[in-house]
């Protein structure tokens, strides 16, 4: 019989954007960094843009709208793909899913050596 070690394991960043997309409809990348980090999964402005692009690629995001922002570039929010909400591959992390080889333990894995795309999700 083994021991609890008392660390439980934090939730996905994929399924806490997920829950976060359900409760506002529409969220951006700043506007989702803030409330992730409110929630206590502190993260980079690149990393959940980095994220959002893999959602994208998977089908579980889509475009929603565009508004002015204060920078030269707009803000450009997201929603859930209609029938995506509970999809099993928010549990999971979408660049692993998208690029199989880039996780840790993966066979073909080396720092920086990734063999390309998952075949379901290769590009036409």
């Known amino acids: 019989m083994t021991q609890q070690t008392g660390v439980a394991k934090r939730k996905p ?3 806490m ?5 359900i409760d506002k409809g529409e969220l951006n990348a700043t506007e ?3 409330l992730l980090k409110a929630q206590g999964r502190r993260t980079s402005y690149p990393a ?3 994220l959002f692009y893999d959602l994208r690629q998977l089908g579980l995001i889509e475009f929603a709208r565009e508004e002015p922002g204060k920078a030269p570039i707009d803000k450009r ?5 209609p029938g995506m909400e509970n999809d099993p591959r928010w549990q999971g992390y979408p660049h692993h899913l998208l690029y199989p080889s880039s ?3 993966a066979l073909n894995y080396e720092l920086g050596t990734s ?3 998952a075949k379901e ?4």
Not at 121 to 124: G, K
């Open 103 to 105: 996780a840790i333990g």
């Open 77 to 81: 929010y997201y929603r859930i793909v």
């Open 32 to 34: 989702a960094r803030r």
């Open 115 to 117: 063999v390309g795309r």
């Open 48 to 50: 959940i843009e980095r």
């Open 17 to 21: 954007l997920c829950k976060l997309f």
């Open 13 to 15: 960043i994929a399924a």
């Open 121 to 124: 999700y290769e590009r036409d």
